[in-house]
């Protein structure tokens, strides 16, 4: 099933990013301290796949993980365009179910 995909990729994303962390050596504390949070609960969230790392802290995670910044664009890129997929048929399919389109069969 598509939506079963795109939900195990944005799980790769987190994945991704714990992973990569872990094998750095920092904690989710080191990483906040590192890019000015004051809290570890962003670097949780992101590695939990509830949200993502902004755009502006991708270099910085890179830099941190020591990793190339083209894999984890990459990475960010295919769980970002999973997820406005999955939102995009939410909406669609549910403003069919509304009355106001064709139902949607399979």
Do not use: C
């Not at 920092?26 to 990483?31: T, Y």
């Not at 020591?66 to 406005?84: D, G, W």
């Amino acid at each position: 099933m598509l939506t079963t995909e795109r939900t195990n990729q944005i799980e790769i994303l987190a994945k991704f990013l714990k992973e990569k962390r872990v094998q750095s050596g920092l904690s989710q504390k080191d990483v906040a301290e590192k890019l000015g949070y004051s809290t570890s609960q962003f670097i949780s969230n992101w590695e939990r796949g509830i949200s993502h790392p902004p755009l502006n802290t991708l270099r910085s995670l890179s830099q941190l993980y020591k990793i190339n910044p083209e894999e984890m664009f990459e990475v960010l890129l295919k769980a970002t365009v999973a997820q406005v997929e999955v939102d995009l048929k939410k909406k669609f399919y549910a403003s069919a179910s509304t009355g106001t389109e064709a139902s949607h069969s399979g």
